[in-house]
């Protein structure tokens, strides 16, 4: 049975850090692509980043993160990482890792596990 777990939400002031981590179990890990999506109230969930399988060279943001958010992965740990840096308040939204076995994408569809998410909150 495939298991992604976020952790590492809470919340943080403008401008401040969180790490947000994702464990994965019962799937061969390092030949999924993992991506980063968030969700906040009202709104329909939206792609941060992904991290292509394998050595995760290849590695993609949504242009409202860029240079502010790293994705990371350790095959060895079976676990994905978000470092989310210069936080502000449009960042609030419920954050979700998943794995796609087909393609490193911006899109939900093309992702076959996820986890339940983990709150991350910016207070301005």
């Known amino acids: 049975q495939v298991q992604l777990v976020e952790s590492g939400g809470g919340l943080v002031q403008a401008g401040g850090s969180l790490r947000l981590s994702c464990a994965a179990s019962g799937l061969t890990f390092s030949s999924y692509n993992m991506g980063w999506f968030r969700q906040a109230p009202g709104k329909e969930r939206e792609f941060v980043a992904a991290i292509i399988r394998w050595g995760g060279v290849s590695r993609n943001y949504v242009d409202s993160v860029k240079g502010r958010f790293t994705v990371s992965r350790d095959n060895a740990e079976n676990m994905v990482y978000l470092q989310m840096n210069s936080l502000k308040s449009e960042d609030t939204a419920v954050y979700y890792c998943?794995?796609?076995?087909?393609?490193?994408?911006?899109?939900?569809?093309?992702?076959?596990?996820w986890g339940q998410g983990t709150q991350v909150t910016v207070s301005s």
């Open positions: 998943a794995a796609s076995r087909r393609y490193m994408s911006g899109n939900t569809e093309d992702y076959d596990y």
